[in-house]
């Protein structure tokens, strides 16, 4: 089989892991899927992002890669790949990679040709672009340190928010020995780019399990990001038949996850909204504003922290208003960037409420 018809498979498998930035969903393809845009750090990185191999001797049960699928089984040889993104580097203007790999044999065998990729890579072809690495379950620590050492960022996928939902998904993956071992590990390690890791979202386990997990990966871990995955039915896998999650519940988790992250929001502040583990179907921040607030705040005399828990009022507003700007009306809220028909049922001026546009 020739390197492109590789290619095609090996990039489409890798489509499954969505342990990238949030972007990284496919906005462009250039023939070959496997190319996305992606909000990096500091930049927007186009990323090649491929498995090495798509054999993988786990049988996780939403995988086309699992054990037993009968699927086409292709790898990449270190050179055969280092040669695919030279070209698609200096053609394409791809200029990040994602490797990732299903677990043919030996996770540090195969760890191995994915280092011996980068090498190339870095040292041959001169490559000082972004390299997301992602760590095999059971890969020796020692490899997990010289990957750090040629990579931006890392991930190991952690799949489930505790070991008994991912042992209904998996019989042979060990929630602490294989992932969460490894995570502590990449964690000390000295990477640019930090850590990130993935979780499916199913009806295995409450929005609620998943939010803990993701609240202890970033307060334990200094996780870079947790991405949020929404189940999908794979043919040819043993979960075919069982319902796709909705969307909607991925994007919900991914509101509480940034408020969480970027807005220092406490879990003990989301728990109040959550009905049986379940987080509402609207916008958590307003449902969080309606369940925590004890009457109205009065914006001049707020704190930082009072004011971004105001729906309507970002980090930014909330900054333009405590370096300062004095709120009068509605109308100066709207001007430092604030969404006054949001803030309008939760704030007050001088122990006021507005009754006309022009004063409070
Ligand atoms: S370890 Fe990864 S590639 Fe292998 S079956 Fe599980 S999800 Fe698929």
């Not at 030279?86 to 203007?93: E, G, R, S, T």
Request: glycine residues 8%; charged residues 30%.
């Amino acid at each position: 089989m020739n390197v492109l018809d590789k290619a095609k498979i090996l990039a489409e498998a890798g489509g499954y892991d969505s342990c990238g930035p949030k972007q990284c969903e496919v906005k462009i393809k250039e023939g070959l899927g496997g190319i996305y845009n992606a909000q990096t750090e500091h930049k927007t990185c186009k990323i090649f992002k491929t498995l090495m191999s798509n054999s993988c001797k786990f049988d996780c049960k939403y995988c086309q890669n699992a054990t037993g699928c009968e699927k086409k089984k292709v790898k990449y040889k270190p050179e055969e790949l280092v040669t695919l993104f030279d070209y698609l580097h200096k053609n394409l203007a791809v200029n990040g990679l994602f490797l990732s790999s299903g677990v043919s044999g030996d996770p540090d065998k195969v760890t191995e040709e994915m280092i011996e990729t980068v090498k190339i890579l870095r040292f041959q072809k001169r490559f000082n672009g972004y390299v997301h690495f992602k760590v095999l379950p059971g890969t020796s620590k020692e490899l997990v340190k010289q990957a750090s050492e040629l990579s931006t960022r890392m991930s190991i996928n952690i799949e489930a928010p505790n070991s008994s939902v991912l042992n209904e998904l998996s019989s042979c993956k060990d929630y602490k020995s294989d992932i969460i071992r490894r995570q502590k590990w990449i964690s000390k390690l000295n990477l640019g780019g930090g850590q990130a890791t993935q979780m499916i979202v199913n009806n295995l386990a409450t929005d609620k399990e998943v939010l803990k997990m993701t609240d202890w990966e970033y307060n334990e871990l200094s996780l870079k990001r947790v991405y949020y995955s929404s189940f999908r039915p794979v043919k040819g896998t043993p979960l075919e038949n069982e319902k796709a999650e909705s969307l909607s519940r991925q994007n919900h988790l991914y509101n509480v996850d940034f408020l969480l992250r970027s807005y220092g929001y406490k879990l003990k502040e989301v728990n109040p909204i959550m009905d049986e583990g379940m987080l509402p179907k609207e916008d958590p921040k307003l449902a969080m504003a309606k369940a925590n607030f004890q009457g109205a705040i009065d914006v001049n005399e707020a704190s930082y922290e009072e004011l971004i828990r105001i729906p309507g009022i970002g980090p930014k507003t909330a900054r333009r208003i405590r370096g300062g700007n004095k709120i009068r009306k509605y109308t100066d809220l709207h001007k430092l960037g604030g969404w006054v028909k949001r803030a309008k049922p939760f704030i007050e001026v001088n122990g006021k409420r507005q009754k006309m546009l022009t004063e409070f």
